[in-house]
């Protein structure tokens, strides 16, 4: 049995051996240089986002400025057109009695 073990394994190294660990090395080294540039893209497409955010953060805020200067323009005419409402209510009744 132990003859039959030494058999299976042996120590030496066959050409086919050395492309294969050639190739080995050479598939990981295209393997990280990839990996680093997909990284280094992945970081400018991060920096891109954060950039849009800033920026939607900031039409945002200008939109809800906007809104808040529309509400209160419309609390405005709706104080007028009540006033202008109980005026011209006023004037009817005035008118109803004068002609009376």
Not at 21 to 45: C, F, K, P, Q
Not at 69 to 74: A, E, N, P, V
């Amino acid at each position: 049995m132990a003859d039959q073990r030494k058999s299976m394994f042996q120590a030496s190294f066959s050409l086919g051996n050395l492309v294969v660990l050639g190739t080995m090395i050479a598939s990981l080294a295209v393997g990280w240089s990839r990996l680093e540039t997909g990284l280094a893209h992945h970081d400018d497409r991060i920096t891109e986002t954060e950039q849009e955010l800033k920026e939607l953060r900031r039409d945002q805020r200008g939109f809800e400025t906007s809104v808040a200067g529309l509400r209160s323009d419309m609390k405005h005419l709706l104080t007028e057109m009540a006033r202008t409402r109980e005026t011209i209510e006023r004037l009817e009744r005035e008118r109803r009695l004068g002609s009376k």
